[in-house]
């Protein structure tokens, strides 16, 4: 049994000394809002894997795009039938820069989108290891 190997990516927009980070209501295996976040697929690495995630989840384009020193993993729930042998997945963060405006959203993995402050994004995203990377990202935003 293996993990995945995959890309947490906190896509965020900037208007003025605002930040305003795009959060995602998953609908695919589990309900509750996260952050654009996919698998690595065969021979790609970051920063391309960011850019076709961002693409293929909410139509945008990524820019400024920064990795993170900070990785994990976690188990799946439940075996997911579209993953065969793989118990869950391995994590590394980034974070990039996106257009503020309407999202067009994969309908098979999202149900909704919303543009919200570090507050609410906080709130409002269902894994601990998500808010986590949110903290870490929204730290170096802010400094």
């Avoid at 021979?43 to 894997?49: H, L, M, P, Q, V």
């Avoid at 961002?54 to 075996?79: D, H, V």
């Avoid at 980034?94 to 609410?120: A, G, M, N, Q």
Wanted: proline letters at 3%; glycine letters at 6%; hydrophobic letters at 35%.
């Amino acid at each position: 049994m293996k993990y995945r190997k995959s890309i947490f990516v906190v896509a965020y927009a900037r208007k003025g000394e605002e930040i305003f980070y795009l959060i995602l209501k998953r609908k695919l295996h589990w309900k509750g809002w996260e952050f654009p976040k996919g698998g690595i697929e065969k021979f790609e690495f970051g920063k391309r894997a960011i850019k076709r995630e961002i693409r293929e989840e909410t139509g945008l384009e990524a820019k400024k795009i920064k990795k993170y020193k900070f990785k994990g993993k976690f188990k799946y729930k439940k075996e997911l039938k579209d993953r065969p042998g793989i118990i869950g997945q391995s994590y590394s963060l980034y974070s990039c820069e996106v257009p503020k405006k309407k999202v067009k959203l994969d309908k098979l993995e999202h149900s909704d989108y919303k543009w919200v402050d570090f507050k609410t994004a906080f709130k409002k995203l269902t894994w601990p290891n998500q808010r986590k990377s949110l903290k870490i990202v929204n730290e170096v935003l802010n400094f």
